[in-house]
T-cell receptor, first 113, second 116 residues
Framework: KAGVTQTPRYLIKTRGQQVTLSCSPISGHRSVSWYQQTPGQGLQFLFE???????NKGNFPGRFSGRQFSNSRSEMNVSTLELGDSALYLC????????????FGPGTRLTVL | AQTVTQSQPEMSVQEAETVTLSCTYD???????LFWYKQPPSRQMILVIR??????QNATENRFSVNFQKAAKSFSLKISDSQLGDAAMYFC?????????????FGKGTKLTVNP
């Protein structure tokens, strides 16, 4: 089975712009979670989608949003980018059942100038 | 609030030796799952081992094993016969159900260096 894929792998944007990141889960996985990883804050949970519905959300401003399509692929959008949004964005997929293991993608490195 | 603490920001070990990485967590839940993930410089987060809280037996995966002490809320990772490829950031994570969905909380990580 193919693993979790994320595109693009690298992005450079300027303040005020918006960005869309994409995540394709492992075949058969219906849950996709997004995380932001920074040296200072570590790994922080952004949100989780299951069967096209947002099931949970972390403590991030409304500039961070996402969606999931019927094929379980997910996109994450960040509007009005700030310098502090520079981070590695990881997505993880799972079957979505209690205690499932989450499998991570390689991440998208976003740099905001 | 559920928190995960990794008290060792950095650790080093000689090749072929054994090293133990510490992890403690805080929870009021009785049913949860614990994981160790490895993140090499390539950045891909890789599952190392998982433990169900309801199982008393410690999980083992080849050279990797855990010491799960539920009452003490401790979940340490032991790496035996360390190899150069084990060098990475190691994250301890706690997974629980809240509001019908699964949440995963990570520790800050331990950077492991393997010396030849």
């Amino acid at each position: 089975k193919a693993g979790v894929t994320q595109t693009p792998r690298y992005l450079i944007k300027t303040r005020g712009q918006q960005v869309t990141l994409s995540c394709s889960p492992i075949s058969g996985h219906r849950s996709v979670s997004w995380y932001q990883q920074t040296p200072g804050q570590g790994l922080q949970f952004l949100f989780e989608y299951f069967s096209e519905t947002q099931r949970n959300k972390g403590n991030f401003p409304g500039r961070f949003s996402g969606r999931q399509f019927s094929n379980s692929r997910s996109e994450m959008n960040v509007s009005t980018l700030e310098l502090g949004d520079s981070a590695l964005y990881l997505c993880a997929s799972s079957l979505g059942q209690p205690g499932d293991t989450q499998y991570f993608g390689p991440g998208t490195r976003l740099t905001v100038l | 609030a559920q928190t995960v603490t990794q008290s060792q920001p950095e650790m080093s070990v000689q090749e072929a030796e054994t090293v133990t990485l510490s992890c403690t967590y805080d929870t009021s839940e009785s049913d949860y799952y614990l994981f160790w993930y490895k993140q090499p410089p390539s950045r891909q987060m890789i599952l190392v081992i998982r433990q169900e809280a309801y199982k008393q037996q410690n999980a083992t995966e080849n050279r990797f094993s855990v010491n799960f002490q539920k009452a003490a809320k401790s979940f340490s990772l032991k790496i035996s016969d360390s190899q150069l490829g084990d060098a990475a950031m190691y994250f301890c994570a706690y997974r629980f159900t809240q509001g019908g969905s699964e949440k995963l909380v990570f520790g800050k990580g331990t950077k492991l260096t393997v010396n030849p």
